[in-house]
């Protein structure tokens, strides 16, 4: 055996056994595998005792919706941030963390080969208890999450059986994660933040017991993707309690449609707000502190019915409002 398999058999078996039991979770997102937003998130995964891969574009690929196709040899200009060099192989890894992993496609190809390939050495061969993409830099909301590589993502994850989360951050830009540590950057204390907001939301989701999916205490219903925004990170919306998680729709719903499921927060209208108004609001009003929450249909990328909404209601708790 080469000297380098001998160094990747021993992290692996290393990080085998120190996450053995915890909830294994496999990230994807649209802006890259080396982007700020995504290390930062995996970092507050790991810090709290989950066994993370990560499974992400070796380039930007933001705007490429469910875009798929077989990965390929990175082209002249390499991996984003120089974290590859030019001709290197279509799927690779960190050299000293084989748990990060670039793949050279879409965000849907990426989680896909996580899914498939990535992750199963990690995760005792098994899948993973739930895909989380993101923190995308910049917001997801409305018709926008069509095009959005980052639910591209997350919808492939539901498609292929595995639920998912989609995190989108209203501000920042895309930085290296090598530039985490400069605290004079909007951009990364922006990852910071979406990092930890996104971390206590995923605690919030399994905090209950739950089964395997299409179980019937499944963590989320067959084929749902939850669709999770946050808006800019100033003042006190930059942390809970004071930013809070409202449940809304994607779209707006139609003329006689079905009502949706009872808004946690409160309100006496038959359908839910609309997730695009609530963020744009929380980013331009001082007072005003909302992410939030949409349940979709991985499929469609709309909103479901109320008994499904009903179903992420009761399993995120007093965690909505």
């Known amino acids: 055996m080469a000297p380098s398999s001998l160094f990747y ?30 290390r930062a998130l995996n970092t507050a995964l790991r810090d709290a005792g989950y066994n993370v891969v990560l499974s992400a574009p070796a380039t930007d690929q933001s705007g490429t919706g469910s875009s798929d196709s077989p990965p390929t040899t990175v082209g002249k200009n390499g991996c984003e941030y120089n974290s590859c060099p030019a001709g290197s192989p279509s799927t690779g890894f960190n050299a000293s963390d084989p748990t990060l992993n670039y793949v050279n496609s879409y965000p849907a190809t990426s989680v896909r ?64 994660y090598a530039d985490l540590g400069e605290t004079s950057k909007s951009a990364t204390t922006a990852a910071t933040v979406y990092a930890q907001l996104s971390l206590e939301f995923v605690q919030a989701l399994l905090a209950k017991p739950f089964g395997t999916p ?55 209208s038959e359908y839910l707000s609309l997730e695009d108004n609530v963020i744009n609001e929380s980013s331009t009003k001082a007072a005003t502190c909302w992410a939030t929450v949409s349940v979709m249909n991985a499929t469609t990328k709309g909103d479901v019915d109320a008994a499904t909404q009903a179903i992420v209601v009761e399993r995120l708790g007093s965690f909505l409002c």
């Open 9 to 38: 058999l021993a992290i692996l078996l290393s990080q085998c056994a120190s996450s053995l039991g915890a909830t294994k979770i496999l990230q994807s997102n649209d802006d890259g595998w080396a982007v700020s937003n995504i």
């Open 113 to 176: 080969f996580g899914i498939q390939h990535a992750a199963p050495p990690f995760f005792n061969g098994t899948g993973p208890d739930l895909v989380v993409a993101g923190p995308n830099v910049g917001s997801n909301a409305g018709s926008t999450v069509l095009i959005s590589g980052t639910v591209g993502a997350s919808s492939e994850a539901a498609k292929e059986g595995f639920p998912s989360i989609a995190f989108s951050g209203s501000s920042g830009s895309e930085e290296s």
């Open 214 to 268: 299409g179980s019937s205490n499944a963590l989320l219903p067959p084929n749902i993707t939850l669709n999770v925004n946050f808006p800019e990170p100033k003042g006190s919306c930059a942390a809970t309690p004071s930013l809070k998680f409202m449940l809304t729709r994607i779209n707006k719903a139609a003329k006689g449609a079905p009502a949706d499921v009872a808004n946690p927060c409160g309100g006496d």
